[in-house]
Structure formats: C-alpha cells, structure tokens
C-alpha cells in the first residue's frame, strides 16, 4: 500500500521583539511609542473601577449638558454652517489613534486651506488667539471650554477617560522624546491635571511632566479632586482660548 506523504510541521515562530511601533491601518496613523512605554501595572481602579465611572459620568454629563450642546449646535449651524462637530485625529492610550469630536469654533476649518503663520506658537498650540478664522461663537466656546463638550461621547466609546492626560495630535507626538509616550500609558481624559495647573500659561506638549505626576498619583481621590477644580479653573482667572 502506498504511503501518503507526512505534512511538513510549520516551523515554530521566532519570538517577536518587544512592540514599539503601533500599526493602524484605515484612518488612523503609525505612532513611534518609544522606549518609555514599558510595561506598567495597573491598579484595580484604573482596570475596574474607573471605567465604570467614565461611562456612567460621561453619560449623566450629555444629560446634564444637553441644553448647552443644543444650543452650541445651533449658534455653529446659524453662524458657520456644516459641520457642527469638527472631528479630528489624536493619540490615544498605547499611541492607537482616534478620532477625537469637538465643536467648530472657527470659519472656514483652520486644518484645511492655508493657514496663516502666526509662528513657533501656533506651531506647539495649534491655536491663536488672533486667528482670524476663529468666530464670536467661537471665541465663547472656547473661552469657556463649551467646545470640549462633545468629547463626553468620546468618554462613552471607551476612547478617553473623563479624567486622564490631553490626547495631542499624530504629528506633534512624531516630534515627542522617547520619555513623554510615557502619557499615553492610560488613555487621555477631557480634564486633567495640567488643566487645573498649567492651563493657559504654558504649551501642553511642554507639561508632559505634569502628565506624568498624575500617572503616579492615579485614584478615585485625585481623579475626584480634578473633576472639582476643573470647572473653578474654567471659571477663574485660568481660561482657554
């Protein structure tokens, strides 16, 4: 009787190298993580608890500010037509890309077309407050950070926290040192510490140290004590623009 040939056996893999490049294929981007992404442990409120708290806060807070969110869409749709929510791009937790949903603020887009140059300021903020694309119904919401309101719906699709580090741009964190990918250890919040510290008076990507205080003082506690203070920061002296 004839022998069928024995299948050959697939060679075992080599084991991979450790990951520091996250690829993301569609509409998101490849991110060099760097060596700073080391692996870090999570604690029980960060893995359990506080995701919990996201999505039950971020949804209790689109009830809440509803009333707001209607009339911010109608000030936009009245005053700089479609689209209401500007949807842009930003580094999330492990550098995987999504799209973050704020409230257009300025007429026409300022991320298409030419842009004037207000130099190295607009380079880091990505804003200016001269900017003569931003609009009066603009100016409001971001003086009172009325246009961040959408990001609640981020919180709810698990791609931020309601407390947690800015996301930043693709194209700023390609510039980062290896030491600051160490903020996109957890994923990015709406409020944060720099916003009750540093807001207003010194560039974000420049208060990655900031960021990296709160990964090590990360609890109910101190995420509690940042969602108090962030509507005093908003009110008070220290105001976006």
């Known amino acids: 009787m004839r022998m069928m040939p024995r299948a050959a056996v697939p060679a075992k893999p080599a084991k991979a190298p450790p990951l520091t490049v996250v690829d993301i294929s569609g509409p998101e981007a490849s991110i060099q993580l760097g060596q700073s992404l080391a692996r870090r442990t999570t604690t029980r409120y960060e893995g359990l608890l506080k995701p919990i708290l996201d999505r039950i806060g971020a949804i209790l807070l689109l009830l809440f500010t509803a009333p707001l969110v209607l009339a911010a869409a109608a000030a936009i749709r009245l005053t700089m037509g479609k689209p209401i929510i500007l949807q842009q791009p930003r580094v999330g937790k492990s550098g995987v890309v999504f799209t973050m949903y704020k409230f257009r603020t300025m007429k026409p887009d300022r991320r298409?077309?030419?842009?004037?140059?207000?130099?190295?300021?607009?380079?880091?903020?990505?804003?200016?407050?001269?900017?003569?694309?931003?609009?009066?119904?603009?100016?409001?919401?971001?003086?009172?950070?009325?246009?961040?309101?959408?990001?609640?719906?981020n919180?709810?699709?698990?791609?931020?926290?309601?407390?947690?580090?800015?996301?930043?741009?693709?194209?700023?964190?390609?510039?980062?040192?290896?030491?600051?990918?160490?903020?996109?250890?957890?994923?990015?919040?709406?409020?944060?510490?720099?916003?009750?510290?540093?807001?207003?008076?010194?560039?974000m990507h420049d208060c990655t140290e900031t960021d990296l205080v709160y990964?090590?003082?990360?609890?109910?506690t101190t995420d509690l004590k940042i969602m108090i203070l962030t509507p005093l920061a908003a009110l008070g002296l220290r105001r976006g623009y």
Do not use: C
């Open 112 to 153: 298409v077309g030419d842009v004037p140059d207000f130099g190295e300021e607009r380079r880091i903020t990505h804003k200016h407050r001269n900017d003569p694309r931003l609009t009066p119904v603009g100016k409001f919401l971001r003086k009172w950070s009325l246009d961040e309101l959408p990001q609640f719906w």
């Open 155 to 203: 919180v709810v699709r698990g791609d931020m926290s309601l407390v947690g580090p800015r996301p930043e741009m693709p194209k700023i964190v390609a510039g980062y040192e290896p030491w600051q990918h160490a903020r996109h250890l957890v994923k990015p919040g709406i409020t944060g510490l720099w916003q009750i510290s540093e807001r207003g008076d010194r560039m």
């Open 215 to 220: 990964l090590d003082e990360i609890s109910l």
